[in-house]
Nanobody, 128 residues
């Protein structure tokens, strides 16, 4: 079984909301370094939001905080990404990632290389 499994993607219309989930038993644990990234065709994978070890609250990439919310349920080993009022520009493959060594305490949480474990992704397609 894959260490991280994302779900919740699909085809939605502009303005709708949806929630993505990433389940990772043994990977998504208390004080984890974990994050959501997204990648659209022809574009680089970019950080959306996440939690860094030792931080008080979640972190968001610029412009993501107003419509996205990241949350976690450690008892369920699950990381969530809530998308509100989606737009066609949000269409992408969404990936969750975990840094088991908690290097995010010292590294930029938005860098792909900070993470050592990735899910397969879940596709979100937003139509206008």
């Amino acid at each position: 079984q894959a260490p991280l499994v994302e779900s919740g993607g699909g085809s939605v219309e502009t303005g709708m909301s949806l929630t993505l989930a990433c389940v990772g038993s043994g990977y998504i644990v208390r004080d984890s370094c974990m994050a959501w990234f997204r990648q659209a065709p022809g574009q680089a994978r970019a950080a959306v939001a996440g939690f860094t070890s030792g931080a008080v609250g979640p972190k968001y990439a610029d412009s993501m905080k107003d419509r996205f919310t990241v949350s976690q349920d450690i008892a369920k080993s699950t990381l969530y990404l809530h998308l509100f009022n989606v737009m066609p520009a949000d269409s992408a493959m969404y990936y969750c990632a975990v840094d088991r060594a908690r290097n995010c305490r010292y590294r930029d949480w938005k860098r792909i290389t900070t993470y050592d474990t990735w899910g397969q992704g879940t596709q979100v397609t937003v139509s206008s």
